[in-house]
């Protein structure tokens, strides 16, 4: 199983980048919910989930500049920033809950991130 994030790079602010994550391997269901960033020196932070009922939650630091979305059907993750600034400088993680096989607990899973730099 794995949780393949991407479309990270340079911008400069003021900018706007799509971040999208997609799970991919064996398994009978996934649950791609949510994005984490941690920058250099700094604790992982939440950026922006989807819940259990379908609502999001945005980290104070990103609310009404980002977007969380998803496409249950492919498994895939998005995350739209726009108005970005240098603060948002940070790895991007994608995160999932994945039952691998029916009858099997539900298991936390973290993509390897991409770097999102945001400079003039």
């Known amino acids: 199983v794995q949780l393949q994030a991407s479309g990270g790079g340079l911008v400069q602010p003021g900018g706007s980048l799509r971040l999208a994550c997609v799970a991919s391997?064996?398994?009978?269901?996934?649950?791609?919910k949510a994005w984490y960033r941690q920058a250099p020196g700094k604790e992982r932070e939440l950026v922006a989930e989807?819940?259990?009922?379908?609502?999001?939650n945005y980290g104070v630091a990103v609310m009404g500049r980002f977007t969380i979305s998803r496409d249950s059907a492919t498994n895939r993750l998005y995350l739209q920033m726009n108005s970005l600034k240098p603060d948002d400088t940070a790895v991007y993680y994608c995160?999932?809950?994945?039952?691998?096989?029916?009858?099997?607990?539900?298991?936390?899973?973290w993509g390897k991130g991409t770097q999102v730099t945001v400079s003039s």
């Open positions: 391997g064996r398994f009978v269901r996934a649950n791609v």
């Open positions: 995160n999932s809950e994945i039952r691998r096989h029916w009858g099997r607990d539900v298991e936390d899973y």
């Open positions: 989807i819940t259990r009922g379908g609502g999001t």
